[in-house]
C-alpha cells in the first residue's frame, strides 16, 4: 500500500527549463511534505519543506506547490541546471501524531546540458 | 562540522550469516532514525530512537532485525541469519528536534548484499 507515490520513475530537461516533479499521497492526515534530493552514494538531503496551511513554499530556484484537495503536490526547479541531475524523494508525515516519515520512490531528473 | 557516518560503506555477506551497520549521528542530534531502500522501492521507515525514550520499532520486518542506541551517540543496526531479500541500502538520519522532525540529516548508507 503505498500511500506516497511518485508515478514518474525519471523526467529529462533541458538546461535552463522548468523541471515539475510530482507527488500524490493517499493519507487526508498527512500535513507536512517534504523534498529530498539524493545524488548517487549519498544519503538524500533535504530540499525543501510545506506544510498543510499553506499552498507554495519558495526559496530560491525551488517551489513547492501543495494541493490538498487533489492530494497532490509538485517541486518546481526553475532555471534547471546540470548540477540539479539527482533523484528527488517526497516524503510526508502526520505532524499531530507521527515523526515518522512516508517517502515515495524517487524520481530521477536528468538536466541536459 | 561531521555529518551522520555510517560504516561499513558495502557489505558483502553471505546468506544465514549475520551483520551489524553502525550509524553515528550529529553530535547534539536527539532523534535518530534507520531506513531501508531496496531496489526501485522508497525509504522503507524501520526504527526511530529519541533520547532516552523506547525506541519506535515498529518498521522493523522481522525479528532478525534489531538495534541498539548508547544514550544519544552511535547506533547500530543487526540484521540476523540474513536473507537474500534483506539485500538494500541501509540508510541512518539524525534529527535534533523531537516531534515533527522537520530536517533529518541523513547518512551516505550502508549497501548491503547478500549472496
Not at chain 2, 81 to 87: F, H, L
Amino acid at each position: 500500500d503505498q500511500q506516497v507515490k511518485q508515478n514518474s520513475p525519471s523526467l529529462s530537461v533541458q538546461e535552463g527549463r522548468i523541471s515539475i516533479l510530482n507527488c500524490d499521497y493517499t493519507n487526508s492526515m498527512f500535513d507536512y511534505f517534504l523534498w529530498y534530493k539524493k545524488y548517487p552514494a549519498e544519503g538524500p538531503t533535504f530540499l525543501i519543506s510545506i506544510s498543510s496551511i499553506k499552498d507554495k513554499n519558495e526559496d530560491g530556484r525551488f517551489t513547492v506547490f501543495l494541493n490538498k484537495s487533489a492530494k497532490h503536490l509538485s517541486l518546481h526547479i526553475v532555471p534547471s541546471q546540470p548540477g540539479d541531475s539527482a533523484v528527488y524523494f517526497c516524503a510526508a508525515s502526520a505532524v499531530g501524531g507521527t515523526y515518522k516519515y512516508i517517502f515515495g520512490t524517487g524520481t530521477r531528473l536528468k538536466v541536459l546540458a | 562540522g561531521a555529518g551522520v557516518s555510517q560504516s561499513p560503506s558495502n557489505k558483502v555477506t553471505e546468506k544465514g550469516k549475520d551483520v551489524e551497520l553502525r550509524c553515528d549521528p550529529i553530535s547534539g542530534h536527539t532523534a535518530l532514525y534507520w531506513y531501508r531502500q531496496r531496489l526501485g522501492q522508497g525509504l522503507e521507515f524501520l526504527i526511530y530512537f529519541q533520547g532516552n525514550s523506547a525506541p519506535d520499532k515498529s518498521g522493523l520486518p522481522s525479528d532478525r532485525f534489531s538495534a541498539e542506541r548508547t544514550g544519544e551517540s552511535v547506533s547500530t543496526l543487526t540484521i540476523q541469519r540474513t536473507q537474500q531479500e534483506d539485500s538494500a541500502v541501509y540508510l541512518c538520519a539524525s534529527s535534533a528536534d523531537r516531534v515533527p522532525s522537520y530536517e533529518q540529516y541523513f547518512g551516505p548508507g550502508t549497501r548491503l548484499t547478500v549472496t
